[in-house]
């Protein structure tokens, strides 16, 4: 992780970082149920009847989509974090899909995601179990500029 600011004599790149991914969290899954709200209609309502399997796909899409795009979610964007490779770069598509698909197999494996909590609270960069097997980090953006 050379590429990656370091956190002991660049701290401000980490600072606060594991409360600004859990605010953005916040506002992705309203953004999330509000879309899938949104596409139930257009379903003749029958959405209803698979909403929590429509939430999956449309939050899915959506962290694949806002990642790929601008390495960070619109939650993400709004709390002033992004999404950084070990290299030191942007997200990708494929390390997008890669990084979402890790997320989602760590919310169906509930001691999966308490494992990611527990790292993102307690390792020196913030980084998820996501993170460390894909060597991603979430940096404060207003720091890389």
Request: proline share 3%; hydrophobic share 50%; charged share 15%.
């Amino acid at each position: 992780m050379s590429q990656l600011p370091d956190h002991q004599t660049q701290p401000q790149f980490y600072r606060d970082v594991p409360m600004k991914r859990f605010l953005a969290w916040i506002a992705d899954t309203v953004v999330i149920l509000a879309a899938s709200l949104l596409i139930v209609p257009f379903t003749a309502f029958t959405g209803l009847f698979f909403f929590p399997a429509l939430v999956l796909v449309v939050s899915f899409l959506y962290r694949v989509i806002t990642l790929a795009n601008g390495s960070a979610t619109w939650g993400m964007r709004l709390v002033a974090i992004e999404f950084r490779r070990a290299d030191g770069d942007r997200f990708d598509l494929g390390t997008a899909f890669a990084h979402t698909l890790g997320y989602s197999i760590s919310w169906t494996i509930m001691v999966l995601q308490l494992i990611s909590m527990v790292l993102m609270c307690t390792t020196d960069r913030g980084q998820g179990l996501t993170d460390h097997v894909l060597g991603t980090v979430a940096i404060n953006r207003r720091a890389a500029v």
